[in-house]
C-alpha cells in the first residue's frame, strides 16, 4: 500500500484529532433507536430514549452494546434501515446489522520500527428472539459473521498489550460467535452456550453490562479504547472466541454471580474442534450494581478468580477485579464516568504478573454532541525479571469519538507507550483514526 511521508501523517493525525469536535459540530446528534447498555453507562434513559423500536419481551433481556455491534443501534442507518426491510425483520424477531470499520495508525516513533498501516472487519450479526420466532419462553440466538484484513502497527510497536485490539490480520470471512441463550426464573439465571466470547457475550444488568471482566467504559477496541491494555484485565489470559458455556444468576436484586467454562484450543474463524477441551479456562465472578453516590449515578463493582491450563506450561490462576463509577450526569443524559481495574496472576502466557489501569470518559462533553465521548486511561503491566528488560510496559490513550450522522463516527486516538514489550526499546508514540459505518 502507498504510504504518507512521516511528517505528513503525523500532522494530519493531529489535525483530525484537535477538529473533530468542529468537524460535527454541524450534527445535533439525536438518538433513535434501542437504548444500550454503553448508552445507560450515563445514566437511566430519557422519555424519548425509552420509545424503542424493536419489540418487548423476554428475548431481548439479555441484549448489549455488543449484540448490536455499536453503542447507539440506530435504525436510521445508511440504507435507511435496509430500505424499510430490517424493521419488518425485528417485528418478526429477527434484528439484523452490518458494520465496517477502517483504522488507521502510525507508529511515529520508538518501538521496534516506525511504520504506519491500515487494517479494517466488519460484523455482520444477527439476533434471533426464539420466543418470538417460535414459542419459546426465555430463549434467544446470535450468530456472528464477520472477517478483516491486515494486522496493523501491532508488530512495529512490539508490545505486550497490543495498540490496536481490533486488528485480526486477512480472514476473509468467518463465523466468529453462534450461541443459544436461556433465561429462567424471570430472567433471575441467564444460561449462553455455543462458541461464544467470554469478554464480549455479556449480559444486561439493570442498565450495566457484566460477567466476564466487562468494563462499561472500555471493552470494546470497536467503539472505545483501541489499546487492548483497557479493552480487558491482561493479567487474565482470556482466549478469542470458542466453545463454552456461561451462565449469570441473580440471586439478590443487584448482586450476581456468574461462572465461564472455554475452550482454550481456540481459533475464532475456524471449527477443528478435534482436540478441544484439551486445554480449558474456567472463570467466577461476582459483583454489584449499585446507584450508591445517587438515585441516578450508577456504579458497578466486581471481583473475579480465573484457572487455565496451557499447551506444554504449567497451569495458571489468577485473581482481577474493576469498579465504573458515575460521578457527573447532565441535563442531556451523558456526564463523567471513571473506572479501574487490577490483576494479578501467578502464571500468564505473556509474562504480566501484576495489572493495573485507571481512566474516566466524558460523554456530551462539547455543546449540542450529546452522543459524543472523550476518554483518557493508563494501563501499566508487570512483567518479572529476568525475562524481561523492563520491569513493566506501560500504555497511555486518549481518544475522541464524534458521531458525525447516525450511521457514522469518526474516532481520532493519541497513545503512548512505555518501554514496548517489556524490552529495550524506545518509548513509542502512535496515532490513529477509526472510521465505523453502520449500513
Not at 455482520?124 to 440466538?141: I, K, S, T, V, Y
Not at 494486522?151 to 470471512?173: F, Q
Not at 482470556?238 to 472455554?262: D, K, N, Q, S, T
Not at 460523554?363 to 524481561?388: E, H, I, N, S
Request: hydrophobic share 40%.
Amino acid at each position: 500500500m502507498s504510504k504518507l511521508p512521516k511528517g505528513r501523517e503525523v500532522h494530519c493525525a493531529l489535525i483530525l484529532l484537535l477538529t473533530a469536535p468542529v468537524l460535527a459540530s454541524g450534527q445535533d446528534g439525536v438518538q433513535e433507536g434501542t437504548v444500550t447498555v454503553e448508552s445507560q453507562a450515563a445514566g437511566p434513559a430519557s422519555s424519548s430514549e425509552a420509545k424503542r423500536d424493536e419489540p418487548q419481551g423476554p428475548g431481548h433481556s439479555a441484549h448489549n452494546r455488543d449484540v448490536y455491534l455499536q453503542s447507539h443501534p440506530e435504525t436510521d442507518t445508511l440504507t435507511r434501515d435496509w430500505l424499510g426491510f430490517g424493521r419488518r425483520l425485528r417485528d418478526r424477531g429477527v434484528t439484523s446489522t452490518l458494520n465496517l470499520w477502517v483504522i488507521y495508525q502510525g507508529s511515529v516513533t520508538g518501538g521496534l520500527r516506525t511504520e504506519d498501516e491500515a487494517n479494517g472487519l466488519y460484523w455482520f450479526a444477527n439476533h434471533f428472539d426464539l420466543e418470538r420466532l417460535l414459542g419459546l419462553p426465555g430463549a434467544e440466538a446470535f450468530v456472528l459473521v464477520e472477517g478483516g484484513w491486515n494486522e496493523g502497527i501491532n508488530s512495529s510497536v512490539g508490545a505486550l498489550m497490543n495498540v490496536n485490539g481490533t486488528a485480526v490480520g486477512d480472514e476473509p470471512i468467518g463465523v466468529t460467535r453462534l450461541w443459544y441463550d436461556q433465561s429462567l426464573f424471570d430472567a433471575r439465571l441467564r444460561v449462553r452456550l455455543g462458541k461464544l466470547d467470554m469478554t464480549l457475550d455479556n449480559f444486561e444488568c439493570h442498565g450495566r453490562s457484566v460477567a466476564i471482566d466487562a468494563m462499561p467504559y472500555g471493552n470494546s477496541p470497536r467503539t472505545q479504547f483501541l489499546d487492548s491494555g483497557f479493552v480487558n484485565n491482561a493479567s487474565v489470559p482470556f482466549p478469542a472466541a470458542a466453545l463454552g458455556a456461561i451462565a449469570l444468576a441473580e440471586p439478590v436484586e443487584r448482586w450476581y454471580v456468574a461462572a465461564a467454562f472455554v475452550d482454550r484450543q481456540s481459533d475464532a474463524f475456524g471449527w477443528s474442534y478435534s482436540d478441544a477441551f484439551d486445554d480449558w479456562m474456567v472463570a467466577v465472578e461476582t459483583g454489584v450494581v449499585l446507584p450508591l453516590l445517587s438515585p441516578h449515578l450508577t456504579g458497578s463493582y466486581y471481583v473475579g478468580y480465573w484457572y487455565s491450563t496451557f499447551p506444554d506450561t504449567p497451569d495458571g490462576q489468577g485473581v482481577y477485579l474493576g469498579v465504573a463509577q458515575e460521578l457527573y450526569r447532565d441535563p442531556g443524559g451523558g456526564g463523567l464516568g471513571l473506572f479501574a481495574r487490577y490483576g494479578w496472576a501467578d502464571r500468564n502466557p505473556s509474562g504480566i504478573r501484576h495489572y493495573w489501569s485507571v481512566g474516566g470518559q466524558y460523554r456530551g462533553l462539547v455543546p449540542r454532541r450529546d452522543d459524543d465521548v472523550l476518554a483518557l486511561g493508563w494501563a501499566q503491566a508487570f512483567t518479572p525479571a529476568p525475562a524481561f528488560r523492563a520491569p513493566f510496559e506501560g500504555t497511555l490513550e486518549l481518544y475522541y469519538r464524534a458521531r458525525l450522522t447516525q450511521w457514522l463516527h469518526l474516532s481520532p486516538h493519541v497513545q503512548y507507550i512505555a518501554n514496548p514489550g517489556s524490552s529495550e526499546a524506545d518509548d513509542a508514540w502512535a496515532l490513529g483514526i477509526r472510521v465505523q459505518l453502520t449500513l
